[in-house]
C-alpha cells in the first residue's frame, strides 16, 4: 500500500491551496493561445473564439469550486442580483461611450441593433459570469480559506490584472487591478458576487 507524498496530504487538507493549483492549470492552454491563436485569428473567427475560451473557463471554473465549496460559499447568491444588473448595465453603457468616442473621429461606427444585442449577451451572459466567479468566486474563495481575508482582496485584484494584462495591455492591467480590487472588496463586505 503506497503512502500520500507530504505534498499530497497538504493540499488535501488545504482546498484553497489545492483550488488555485488546479486555477492555475486551467490556463496552461492559454501559452499557445496567446503565442499562435490570438495573433492569427480574424472578427468573425474571433468571436467563436471569444466564446469557446469563456465556456471553457466557465466550465473549469465551476469543475474546481463545485468539487469543494457550495454555490453560496462561491458567492453565488440572489440577494443582491438587481443592484448587479444595474451596476453592470452602467458599465456596459460606460464601455459603449468609450468605444464610440474613440472609434468615431471621421464616421460614426458601424452599430446595429443585432450588434448591439450580441454584446449585451457576450458581456452580460458571459464575460461578467465567468469573471466574476473565477476572480470574485473561486479565487477570492481560494486565497481567504488558504492565507486570509487581505490577499484574497489583493490576489483576486491581481489575477483579474493579469488577465486583463495579456489580452489587452500594461494600461488596461493597471485599470483593472482597480476595477478588482473594488469588486474584490464588495464581495469581502457582501458576500457574493450578485
Avoid at 1 to 18: D, E, F, Q, S, V
Avoid at 88 to 110: C, N, T
Avoid at 119 to 127: A, K, T
Avoid at 167 to 174: F, K, N, S, T
Wanted: one cysteine or more.
Amino acid at each position: 500500500m503506497r503512502h500520500p507524498t507530504p505534498i499530497l496530504i497538504h493540499l488535501k487538507g488545504n482546498p484553497g491551496l489545492a483550488a488555485l493549483i488546479e486555477v492555475a492549470l486551467l490556463f496552461i492552454p492559454a501559452i499557445p493561445a496567446y503565442i499562435w491563436m490570438w495573433p492569427n485569428v480574424s472578427s468573425l473567427s474571433l468571436g467563436a473564439a471569444n466564446v469557446l475560451t469563456y465556456l471553457y473557463v466557465l466550465v473549469g471554473t465551476v469543475w474546481i469550486g463545485r468539487r469543494r465549496w457550495t454555490w453560496n460559499e462561491l458567492g453565488v447568491y440572489f440577494k443582491g442580483f438587481s443592484l448587479t444588473c444595474a451596476c453592470a448595465s452602467v458599465m456596459l453603457i460606460g464601455r459603449l461611450m468609450i468605444i464610440l468616442s474613440v472609434e468615431w473621429q471621421f464616421k460614426p461606427p458601424a452599430l446595429t441593433f443585432w450588434k448591439l444585442i450580441g454584446d449585451i449577451l457576450f458581456y452580460f451572459c458571459l464575460v461578467a459570469l465567468v469573471e466574476e466567479l473565477l476572480f470574485r468566486g473561486l479565487v477570492f474563495l481560494a486565497l481567504d480559506r488558504w492565507l486570509g481575508s487581505r490577499w484574497a482582496i489583493l490576489g483576486s485584484s491581481f489575477g483579474f490584472m493579469l488577465w486583463h494584462i495579456f489580452g489587452h495591455g500594461i494600461l488596461i492591467g493597471i485599470t483593472s487591478f482597480f476595477i478588482g480590487l473594488i469588486f474584490a472588496l464588495i464581495r469581502s463586505r457582501s458576500g457574493g458576487i450578485t
